[in-house]
C-alpha cells in the first residue's frame, strides 16, 4: 500500500494521525473539483446535471461505497451527513416495526447517534417511540419484543473498541427487531461484509476514512429486503420516484434512492466520488492488515521509551478487539495534542483526557510512526506542554 501515498496531497513534514477525524486531501479530489469549478459549472452550468452526470453521483459514489463495505449493488447512496440519515433510518426502522416502540443504543456511543434518538423520541412521543441507552456490557439484557430496532457503532469512537456486528445482528434478528450500524470508524479501513452480516441499515461517513473532504455527504445502506416497503420520513424530490414529473404527491423511489431529500452538493460529492476512486483494486483485508501492523508498532514503542509509558492505554490492548484506532489518557492531553501540533504532529483529543491517534493505511508509513513516536517522546520528557500557548482552547479541540 505504500504507493498509494503518492496519491494524496498531504504536506511533506506533516505526519498525520487524524484520518479518522478528517481524511486528507486527494490529488484526485483536487484535480475533479478544479474540474468541475471550471469546466462542469464554470462552462457547462445547468447542462452538467446530464452531461456530466451529475445527477446520477450519489447513486454512483454509493456503488463505490457499497464495494467498500460487503454490499451488493443497489443498496447504498450517498446523502446528507449521518446524523439526518441515522434520522431518517431510525424512523424507517419504527414503521418497518409498527407494532414496537423501543429504539435501543449504549452509553458509549457516539453522542450525534444518541441525538438522533432524542430528537425522534421528542418528535413522536413515548406512545410511538422510546429511546433508551443502556451499558454496552447490558444490552443483551434489554433486547425484548418491545425493541423495534437497535443502534450501535461498529468501532467505538474514543476507545477504538470493536463490536462483533454479525452477533449483534443476530441478536437482534432473533428478538424480531432490526439492527442499525454506524460504520464512521470502519468504512474504508476495516472489511465490513454487510450482506453476509444481513444488517437492515447502516450509515458512515464520507470524511473519514474515505477522504472525501470536510462535510463530505455520508453513505446510507439499506438492505435489499426493505426496498419497496421503506418509508422514510424527510420527503423530498430527490427522493421521489420521479423528481423531474414535478408531482405534487410524494412517492418514494425504490430501495436507497428514497433516502435522498434536496439536491446533492455537487463540489462535495464530486471530491468524495474521486476521492473513492483510490480504493479501486485495494483489497480491504490488506489495508486492515496495515492499519494493525502501524498501530501495534506505535504501542512497541510506548513499551521501549520510558517518557511514553505516562501514557495509559484506553483501547483494548488485543488487536483483535480494536479498530484502527489507539486511545490513550494523559491528564495533559489536550496540551499534548496541540503541542504536538506544533511540531507538525497530528493527534486527535476527545475530553476529558484522551488522546486519539488514527492509523490510515493508504497514506502513513512505518517511519511516519517512529517519528511521531519519537517527537512524543521528547515532548513528554521535556513536560513542554506546559507552555501556555498549548493549553488555550479552540472551539474545535
Ligand atoms: C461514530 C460517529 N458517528 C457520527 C459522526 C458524525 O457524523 P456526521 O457529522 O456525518 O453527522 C461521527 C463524527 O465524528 C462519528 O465519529
Request: charged residues 20%.
Amino acid at each position: 500500500l505504500a504507493g498509494l501515498r503518492a496519491a494524496f496531497d498531504l504536506p511533506t513534514k506533516l505526519i498525520y494521525l487524524n484520518g479518522n477525524s478528517l481524511g486528507p486531501l486527494t490529488k484526485a479530489a483536487r484535480a475533479r473539483v478544479e474540474e468541475v469549478l471550471r469546466l462542469q459549472w464554470g462552462e457547462g452550468l445547468v447542462s452538467s446535471w446530464n452531461r456530466h452526470q451529475w445527477i446520477e453521483l450519489p447513486r454512483s459514489c454509493g456503488e463505490k461505497v457499497a464495494a467498500l463495505i460487503g454490499a451488493a449493488p443497489g443498496q447504498v447512496i450517498c446523502c446528507d451527513s449521518i446524523s439526518i440519515n441515522l434520522f431518517k433510518v431510525l424512523a424507517a426502522s419504527l414503521q418497518l416495526r409498527p407494532e414496537r416502540d423501543l429504539i435501543l443504543s449504549t452509553t458509549d456511543n457516539f453522542p450525534t447517534d444518541l441525538y438522533a434518538g432524542q430528537g425522534l423520541n421528542q418528535l413522536l412521543g413515548e406512545g410511538r417511540c422510546r429511546f433508551e441507552v443502556v451499558e454496552s456490557t447490558e444490552l443483551l439484557d434489554h433486547l425484548d419484543d418491545s425493541v423495534a430496532a437497535i443502534m450501535l457503532s461498529h468501532v467505538d469512537y474514543r476507545s477504538g473498541r470493536l463490536a462483533d456486528i454479525g452477533a449483534w445482528t443476530r441478536q437482534a434478528h432473533e428478538i424480531g427487531a432490526l439492527a442499525i450500524w454506524d460504520l464512521a470508524h470502519s468504512a474504508g479501513v476495516l472489511p465490513v461484509q454487510l450482506d453476509r452480516w444481513q444488517v437492515d441499515f447502516a450509515v458512515g461517513c464520507g470524511y473519514k476514512y474515505l477522504n472525501g473532504g470536510p462535510g463530505a455527504p455520508a453513505f446510507v445502506y439499506c438492505a435489499r429486503r426493505h426496498h419497496g416497503v421503506l418509508n422514510q420520513p424527510l420527503y423530498g424530490w430527490m427522493g421521489h420516484r420521479a423528481a423531474f414529473d414535478f408531482q405534487p404527491v410524494y412517492e418514494p423511489a425504490h430501495g436507497p434512492a428514497s433516502f435522498q431529500t434536496g439536491t446533492p452538493p455537487i463540489l462535495s460529492m464530486a471530491a468524495l466520488d474521486a476521492a473513492l476512486g483510490l480504493f479501486e483494486g485495494v483489497d480491504m483485508d490488506a489495508v486492515a492488515a496495515k492499519a494493525r501492523a502501524l498501530a501495534e508498532f506505535f504501542l512497541q514503542e510506548v513499551e521501549a521509551r520510558v517518557a511514553l509509558r505516562d501514557l495509559r492505554l484506553e483501547s483494548p490492548a488485543d488487536a483483535d478487539e480494536r479498530g484502527a484506532q489507539l486511545a490513550f489518557s494523559h491528564p495533559e492531553a489536550y496540551a499534548i495534542c496541540r503541542g504536538m501540533a506544533a511540531d507538525s504532529v497530528i493527534f486527535d483529543y476527545r475530553p476529558p483526557r484522551i488522546l486519539r491517534l488514527g492509523f490510515s493505511p493508504l497514506f502513513l508509513s512505518f517511519e511516519d510512526v517512529a517519528s511521531a513516536a519519537s517527537k512524543l517522546d521528547k515532548f513528554l520528557a521535556q513536560q513542554t506542554y506546559r507552555e501556555a500557548r498549548f493549553r488555550r482552547h479552540q472551539v474545535v479541540p
